[in-house]
């Protein structure tokens, strides 16, 4: 739905991988104890407030999301927010259907990868992203809007 004083506001999407709709009950020890519906709630919020429409998906399917992220570009999406949490260690396809796109993102993750095991310190996303963050839980997504909100191409 579009708002008129929203014309040309940016135009942001979240994407979130699988078992992230668990969030609040799955290992709180690494993903803290906030949903993920309250993390979206939070940042339509912000964005908001940013003059920018924000749009959240989640799936445990990686075919649903490479077509999600294919259906950004037609969409007119500006900016991506991805935690692709399992699929950050084994998703060509999910890489392959970013680098297509061509659309900005930033990397969250809700861990510190780099403080786990040692598969997950690899990703295929990270080289291709704007920039990644790891470890601050649902505060990193926060982050990341705020520089979404801000970016322009340069850094």
Do not use: C, W
Not at 71 to 91: C, K, L, M, W
Not at 106 to 113: A, I, K, Q, T
Request: proline share 3%.
């Amino acid at each position: 739905m579009s708002h008129p004083s929203m014309a040309g506001a940016k135009n942001i999407l979240v994407i979130n991988g699988p078992n992230l709709n668990l969030l609040g009950s799955r290992e709180t020890e690494f993903y803290g104890r906030d949903t993920l519906e309250a993390i979206n709630t939070r940042l339509v919020k912000r964005a908001g407030e940013g003059r920018a429409r924000l749009a959240a998906y989640q799936s445990n399917s990686e075919a649903e999301l490479v077509e999600r992220i294919q259906q950004a570009r037609a969409e007119g999406v500006d900016f991506i927010i991805i935690n692709p949490a399992a699929y950050t260690h084994t998703s060509v396809a999910m890489r392959d259907a970013l680098a297509a796109v061509g659309i900005p993102f930033v990397e969250v993750h809700l861990s510190n990868v780099f403080a786990r095991e040692s598969f997950r310190r690899e990703s295929y996303f990270t080289d291709l992203a704007v920039g990644i963050i790891s470890g601050l839980g649902a505060r990193g997504y926060e982050l990341a809007l705020e520089f979404a909100l801000e970016y322009s191409g340069k850094q």
